[in-house]
């Protein structure tokens, strides 16, 4: 819907900026917030590196494999104020590794 919902716990949650994580290219996934520390349930992913968002939104993941489901993804006609004009839905998603808390261990 592009509005989100709420988090896992009923409440925004604070954000986890990592430095060394960025918006440096096609796939990143993060979180959508409204502000500082104002996570709930809304995510984005990237189409092309986006340096302005580093330091602004909670990078969680990124997109390693079925990259033409993102391909079809950026071809969907929006509104003017860049939303859907028809509802997309992602019906699975397969977490293959998590290299962040690999990183961490």
């Given amino acids: 819907t592009g509005k989100g919902g709420t988090s896992i716990w009923g409440k925004p949650f604070e954000d986890e900026i990592k430095p060394t994580l960025k918006h440096n290219r096609r796939g990143i996934v993060s979180m959508a917030n ?13 189409y092309s590196k986006q340096s302005h968002l580093d330091t602004k939104y909670t990078v969680f993941g990124k997109v390693i494999d079925g990259m033409e489901t993102l391909d079809a993804l950026e071809k969907v006609s929006v509104d003017e104020k860049y939303r859907p004009i028809q509802e997309v839905k992602i019906k699975s998603v397969t977490i293959l590794a998590n290299p962040i808390a690999d990183k961490e261990s």
């Avoid at 409204?34 to 990237?46: L, V, Y």
């Fill in 34 to 46: 409204n502000g500082p520390d104002t996570n709930k349930s809304q995510f984005f992913i990237t």
